[in-house]
T-cell receptor
């Protein structure tokens, strides 16, 4: 399972509140990704990181920020949560010769 | 825009049937990834391939780079194969993946 954990696994929050999701990996992978999964859409990239303090935006980055202060942790922050950010969030790492992606268990976020 | 298209979107099969799920893509890629997601569950890697064919148990994945097409086959399907199967492509720079919306498979005993 590539040693990836996500916390929290479930969260309900109110519109306008800040939320931080954590992805933790134990195998020192350089690349980490945050995706959201919504009905009718494929997984969509929010942000990714290619090293400590090195991050870049994905296709749905508006309203999200990320930080990576150490290799094992990649944090996703919703500065002011909106109902449109209700989703399942997956973290992934990239590994292997073909850059295969391995996913964490997901975080179900509900913004009321 | 949909860089990755999967067909069919939904598929119901009888136990024991041979199943094919198709994936077509429009961007230049360096590899293609097949993933499986059980209801309410996490996402599991099945195959990563850049050419030809790979087999693992009852699952076979093929890719035709020239035609920008891949297929996932399941032989002797079983109810435990019921899941959503997701195709993803790694674009040429290697930093990003694009995902299909998935094929929902139900295998009836």
């Amino acid at each position: 399972d590539a040693g990836i954990t996500q916390s929290p696994r479930h969260k309900v929050t109110e519109t306008g509140t800040p939320v931080t999701l954590r992805c933790h990996q134990t195998e020192n992978h350089r690349y980490m990704y945050w995706y959201r999964q919504d009905p009718g859409h494929g997984l969509r990239l929010i942000h990714y990181s290619y090293g400590v303090k090195d991050t870049d935006k994905g296709e749905v980055s508006d309203g999200y920020s990320v930080s990576r202060s150490k290799t094992e942790d990649f944090l996703l922050t919703l500065e002011s949560a909106t109902s449109s950010q209700t989703s399942v969030y997956f973290c992934a790492i990239r590994a292997g010769q073909l850059y295969e992606q391995y996913f964490g268990p997901g975080t179900r976020l509900t913004v009321t | 825009k949909n860089e990755v298209e999967q067909s069919p979107q939904n598929l119901t099969a009888q136990e024991g049937e041979f199943i094919t799920i198709n994936c077509s893509y429009s961007v230049g890629i360096s590899a293609l990834h097949w993933l499986q997601q059980h209801p309410g569950g996490g996402i599991v890697s099945l195959f990563m391939l850049s050419s030809g064919k790979k087999k693992h148990g009852r699952l076979i994945a093929t890719i035709n780079i020239q035609e920008k097409h891949s297929s996932l086959h399941i032989t002797a399907s079983h109810p435990r194969d019921s899941a959503v199967y997701i195709c993803a492509v790694r674009e040429n720079t290697g930093n990003q993946f694009y995902f299909g919306t998935g094929t929902s498979l139900t295998v009836i005993p």
